[in-house]
């Protein structure tokens, strides 16, 4: 599912304040309310593809062509090809260091070659390769008890198994991907390198689709996340053509976890919808998606992301689900604002009933704060919720 990262609390708190009037003049002090309960319903921002509200419409019979075109209206099929180039967010350092295996070759993109690597050294069994940064250059280096220069290659380098997944080696731990993982400059001199998965768009499927859904699910719901995670990262793909990657591997982009997170239904999934992306207007849509809209969907930017009543979609499993908040919880956004008094929405978006503001009655003064900021501050899962205290 695609999301962005949450702002630390305390930096909203300080921004809100200092840009932000203290609030309206003083509320006449009533009873204190002691705990709040908040009943949220969806989970996600709600634009796009419900993947519960596919889930349920494949349950009902609907093809994964009805599901998609449902969330994207006004779009068409298309085929894609080519590659991807996934940034690996988990190594954290300069070098690509992999597992040693057979098949396993070294290239040079520098100088367009290729060099099937040895499986030993000196009669003994090489048990890792490495690339490091080399200036323009990269170093390819082996191991056999210590590190040994292999050969030194111009500009960047990658390794590859072929067919064959390759393991790779990070500070939290490893990981086996499919295609390349190339050792990619960051920067003109080549000294910072980040690493990058760059494989055919189906094959980065198989790692992202199970990784977004359960692999379990209705067939057809699976191959509308299929269509729906492809476009999306052909969208991508077109919207970052000058930068080094295309996409990252985490819930900011879509979630991939590469060969090991796959899984033969969603495989299936992959290549029951082979090649095939939704088009607008002569262009990738803008395929956005969530784990549910809890029964309206939010607009977007584009024209095929549109607000509106969406009957499948009974929200997540539990909903709606209610959290309790202390009153303390609630008033430290606002200091001096005294105690709670009510908290209540004061206002709701007409085409997706998100909860857009929210009045804050505190024995000091009354406040207004968005839904949105609100989500964010409690770590809400949606902006579809009531508010109830005693």
């Known amino acids: 599912m695609i999301r962005r990262a949450a702002v630390p609390l305390l930096v909203v708190l300080a921004t809100l304040l200092l840009a932000s009037s203290p609030g309206t003049a003083a509320a006449p002090r009533e009873r204190r309310v002691e705990t709040v309960t908040i009943a949220t319903t969806g989970w996600g921002h709600g ?34 090809y080519g590659n991807l180039r996934v940034l690996i967010t988990a190594d954290t ?54 590190w040994h220069v292999w050969r030194s290659a111009k500009g960047d380098a990658q ?56 692999a379990s699910w209705p067939a057809a719901a699976v191959r509308a996340q299929a269509v729906a995670a492809r476009t999306y990262a052909i969208y991508e793909r077109r919207a ?18 590469g060969f090991k997170k796959e899984h033969p239904n969603a495989t299936a999934a992959v290549r ?32 095929y992301l549109r607000a509106r009543e969406d009957t499948f979609d009974h929200g997540i499993p539990g909903d709606p689900k209610g959290r309790d908040f202390s009153a303390a919880a609630i008033t430290r956004n606002w200091p001096g604002i005294g105690d709670l008094v009510s908290i209540d929405v004061s206002a709701r978006d007409p085409e997706d009933h998100r909860v857009t503001e929210v009045t804050v009655v505190g024995s000091n003064f009354t406040q207004t704060v968005s839904g949105a900021q609100l989500k964010s501050w409690l770590d809400l899962n949606s902006t579809l919720f009531t508010i109830t205290y005693l």
């Not at 919808?273 to 849509?285: F, I, S």
């Open 159 to 214: 390794f590859s198994a072929g067919s064959q997944p390759t393991v790779l080696v990070t500070p939290k731990g490893r990981a086996a991907y499919r295609g390349a993982l190339r050792s990619t400059s960051t920067n003109a001199s080549g000294t910072s390198r980040d690493t990058v998965n760059v494989l055919p768009v189906d094959s980065y499927l198989r790692g992202v689709v199970p990784s977004e859904v359960p």
């Open 93 to 146: 350092s300069r070098d690509v260091v992999v597992l040693a295996r057979p098949g396993l070759k070294a290239a040079s993109l520098g100088a367009h070659k290729t060099w099937r690597l040895p499986g030993k050294y000196r009669g003994k069994a090489i048990t890792l390769w490495r690339i490091q940064p080399q200036g323009k250059r990269s170093r390819i280096s082996f191991r056999v008890g210590s």
């Open 47 to 80: 634009v796009g593809l419900s993947q519960y509200g596919a889930r349920n419409r494949a349950a009902a019979g609907q093809s994964y062509r009805t599901i998609v075109q449902h969330y994207y209206p006004g779009t068409s099929f298309a085929n894609a």
């Open 240 to 257: 970052h053509r000058t930068r080094y990657y295309d996409l990252c591997d985490t819930a900011h982009c879509q979630v991939y976890r």
């Open 272 to 303: 029951a919808t082979a090649r095939k992306v939704l088009m607008y207007g002569g262009r990738p849509a803008f395929t956005q998606f969530s784990a549910s809209n809890g029964g309206w969907s939010v607009a977007g930017q584009f024209p």
